[in-house]
Every structure is written in C-alpha cells, then in structure tokens.
C-alpha cells in the first residue's frame, strides 16, 4: 500500500501564478487534512474534508480551495500565490477511532 | 479551545542517556494525546497515543510518555538515546468533547521540538 501521496514534491512559483498540489490516498479513510508547517511554528489546518462531497475550514484558510470529488483524492489549489504561502505542505488522513493522523511525505512551494 | 506547549526549541543529549521531551497541554474536556516524529524531508510519523487507561503509554522505537492529568502534562521519554533518535518531535492534543461540526478530527501540534543525540 502507498499510504498517502502527495505530488510534487517540489514547485517554484511566480507570485499570482496559480496551482494544485494533489493528495491521494489508498487506506480508505473518510478524514482528509491539508496542513502547512512553517519553521517554528508547527502545523497548522488549512482545509479538512470528513467525507467525498463534505469540506471546511480550519485554522488558516485564506488564499486556498480545496475540494474532495472521491475517497481517494483531496486537491489543495493556491488560486493567486503570494510569498506568505511559501511553506511546506502535508496531507494527511485518519480513520474513524481515536483520530491517528497517517501524513505524506510533504510538498515543498516557494513562491518568488 | 485547545492547545500545546512544548517549551523546548531544542534538546541535546547524549546518546546512552535518558531522553525527556516535554509537553503540556490546555483542553476543556479531556484529552486524547499524541506524539509524532518528523525525520528531515519526510512526513510526520505517528510514535503513540494517549487515549484513557493506563496513564504510561508504550509506543514504537522504544519510546513512551507519561500522561499527567493534574499537571496537565504528557511528557515523551526513552531509557536509552540513539542517535538514530535524532529528529523532530510533535506534540498533538484533540479535546475528546469537541465535536466540530460534521464530526472531524482535529488535531492541534506543538511547535515541535529538535532532539540532538551527540554520539
């Protein structure tokens, strides 16, 4: 099993260029999560999603979209990126229970 | 609301000793708790949990923690540091009471903390 994967791994952007990172995931969990981390400063929710159809908020959502067609996918878009979203970025997921998150490996954007 | 504080940027020891990584956390009900470790350029890889019961909790790689409910603590701790150990470390806390709208399951992280085992 892969887990959860994230693509790409690295991406430079222009500031107001527009992106998807993608996060798919094969361990049939219903709870998805976007978080950035910057240095320092832990993780923080971006978007979670509790189901295919279902998604909300979290801590800092500003100046991103989410959306969660399947199970399986849960898509990060920067609609217009600004130097502030420089960061790296982790989805994860979690099953019904005690609420174990299982991350990917992570998606490093710099934004210039 | 909740919260984590993990109160150390940084632990150096060497390694043989004992290890303590600290962790204090603010809930309003009860809490469920959670250790992760984060190796450079990978994913956070979930150590153990905290759930109720036994107030020392057995994780993976020899780790363990020491929930504390009147301190309001739960501290990672090991017998014997390796310097494989080297890495950085979460803290996470859920409010067992909370419930958030469609039922998800957030997770609040401590800012993290660098462990150095020096050989």
């Known amino acids: 099993n892969a887990g959860v994967t994230q693509t790409p791994k690295f991406r430079i952007l222009k500031i107001g260029q527009s992106m998807t990172l993608q996060c798919t995931q094969d361990?049939?969990?219903?709870?998805m999560y976007w978080y950035r981390q910057d240095p320092g400063m832990g993780l923080k929710l971006i978007y979670y999603?509790?189901?295919?159809?279902?998604?909300d908020k979290g801590e800092v959502p500003n100046g991103y979209n989410v959306s969660r067609s399947t199970t399986e996918d849960f898509p990060l878009r920067l609609e217009l990126a600004a130097p502030s979203q420089t960061s790296v970025y982790f989805c994860?997921?979690?099953?019904?229970?005690?609420?174990?998150?299982?991350f990917g490996e992570g998606s490093r954007l710099t934004v210039l | 609301a909740q919260s984590v504080a993990q109160p150390e940027d940084q632990v150096n020891v060497a390694e043989g000793n004992p290890l303590t990584v600290k962790c204090t956390y603010s809930v309003s009900g009860n809490p469920y708790l959670f250790w992760y470790v984060q190796y450079p350029n990978r994913g956070l890889q979930f150590l153990l949990k905290y759930i109720t019961g036994d107030n020392l909790v057995k994780g993976s790689y020899g780790f363990e923690a020491e929930f504390n409910k009147s301190q309001t603590s739960f501290h990672l701790k090991k017998p014997s540091a390796l310097v494989s150990d080297s890495a950085l470390y979460f803290c996470a806390v859920r409010d067992m009471g909370a419930y958030s709208g469609a039922g998800s399951y957030q997770l609040t992280f401590g800012k993290g903390t660098k462990l150095s085992v020096i050989p």
């Open positions: 361990m049939n969990h219903n709870y």
């Open positions: 999603s509790v189901g295919a159809g279902i998604t």
């Open positions: 994860a997921t979690s099953g019904v229970g005690t609420g174990e998150l299982f």
